[in-house]
């Protein structure tokens, strides 16, 4: 499909916002919730079963918000497979980044409350309706609920939340909205008085916003496993530790004064050396990983990850020494 700018760079590809009077006029006794999917050279066939999750939903008042992040192939080509009008389908000229594509659906979304959708993730098919019925029998804004995580060859493990209420200390210290952006439905208006995404690559962005929503809103969920979290494939466990880690920094960076006025600067600087040890614990790297747990130890020896040390030390550590082991043996000279 040949794309054209117009205006501040997306282009209307299908879908009007007539098509939601139609639904008002249909389910008036419901409000109207905009689900925002946003996209990246995606498989279609990812992009289409987060899409149809959301079409088979038992709450009808829905629109429904696809943008595209400048893909190499708007969409995946799937844009041809769903004739519903309510569907509106955004496309991003070039790739300004996830945070920004989320704004743009969240600026052109017309519903009272706001759900967001990775398109690589699915929903159960009363997701919106619960979480709907949740805001609107309480006084918050903003509703998660639990996930199931799929992690390939057959298996999945199921988290359900468990932080409610004021959260403007926790989120600070742990990111306690369990799973993904696609686990959160929330009052358009609070996103936006907050600012909606940060559009900084450098940082952790749905983290970021959780942060400056709870701070002034309060958060409930609904204790229910209703969001399944594909599998992401082809990235090897080292390739973004840098990556992952420069993020972590840059999301602690963007709250400094916040984790100051908290009393929470050195519990953060520990629980960075913390994330730090167990990624290249996973990607192998174990001097790494002992020289970030050992910092822990003479800051923060609370935050030391007992498990992932036992694991570390008990199992892995010495298979990994036996291998570089028989590596020094079989390059010296006259080794077999």
Known sequence: MAFSPEGDGT???????RANLEIMNIYPEQTLVSVVITSFNSSPETLARAIQSVLDQSYRALEVLVVDDGSSLPFGGVEGNFSEEHIRWIGLITNHGVGAARNVG?????GEYVAFLDHDDWWEFEKVEKQVALLEGSQ????????????????????????SGDVSTDILKNQVIVGSVSTVMASK???QSVGGFSESRVLIEDWDLWIRVGAVSPVSFVSEPLVHLGRVVGKSRSQNVEGRLGRLAGLMRAH????????????????YRRVEGM????ANDFPRCIKAW???????????????MVVCFGKTLPSWIARKSRSLLLTRPGGS
Request: charged residues 25%; aromatic residues 10%.
């Open 256 to 271: 400094e004064q916040r984790y100051r006025d908290a009393g929470l600067s050195r519990y953060m600087h520990a629980r």
């Open 140 to 163: 918050m804004e903003w509703v998660y609920c639990g996930i199931t995580r799929h992690e390939g060859q057959n298996r999945s493990r199921t988290v359900l939340p468990t932080v």
């Open 11 to 17: 282009q209307w590809i299908r879908g009007t916002v």
């Open 279 to 282: 990624l290249y614990q996973q």
């Open 294 to 308: 050992a910092k822990i130890a003479l800051s923060f020896p609370g935050l030391l990850p007992k498990r992932g």
């Open 189 to 191: 208006s609070l996103l």
């Open 106 to 110: 969240l600026e052109a979304a017309e």
